[in-house]
């Protein structure tokens, strides 16, 4: 069983809020979306988050969803295993609601074992779950 923890260095963290906060400037705030690097722990490990790779949100209407465009979502899980780095799971923002999972996240994970990510820039929160394949369990985050 995987650690309950996410660690996240500050620099993954200043990237993922400057990327939330671009996409909920402007007349209509965009979700914005990504891929977390870094290290996968185990039960006495926390996930490591390093770095993160932003993704275009290719969804239809990306004011209230996202979806992370497969092609470079896979480029982005290339490039980090082919430096010897994990992906440790997937991030997006809610720009108008609370850092937590919505119905359509849980109808729509689908990455079993990986962290997924919520920031909310409006709250100036960022929390984490895994994905069990059933429900999301609540992650601690500690920046570093």
């Known amino acids: 069983m995987p650690s309950s923890h996410l660690s996240l260095s500050t620099a993954a963290a ?13 007349d209509t705030p965009r979700e914005v979306c990504g ?21 275009p949100n290719v969804a239809a209407d990306p004011r209230t969803r996202y979806e992370l465009d497969p092609e470079t979502t ?26 937590r999972p919505s119905e359509t ?17 409006r709250n100036d929160e960022i929390r984490a779950w895994r994905w069990s394949g059933e429900r999301f369990e609540t992650l601690g985050v500690e920046t570093e």
């Open 74 to 99: 896979l480029e982005a899980i290339e490039s980090a295993e082919n430096a010897g780095r994990d992906v440790v799971g997937f991030y997006h923002s809610h720009p108008e609601s609370p850092a």
């Open 14 to 26: 200043d990237s993922i809020f400057s990327h939330a906060r671009d996409g909920a400037s402007g």
């Open 35 to 55: 891929v977390l690097v870094g290290d996968r722990g185990d039960e006495n490990t926390p996930d490591t988050v390093t770095g993160v790779r932003r993704v």
């Open 105 to 121: 996240d849980r109808k729509e994970a689908t990455w079993k074992g990986y962290v997924y990510l919520i920031v909310s820039p």
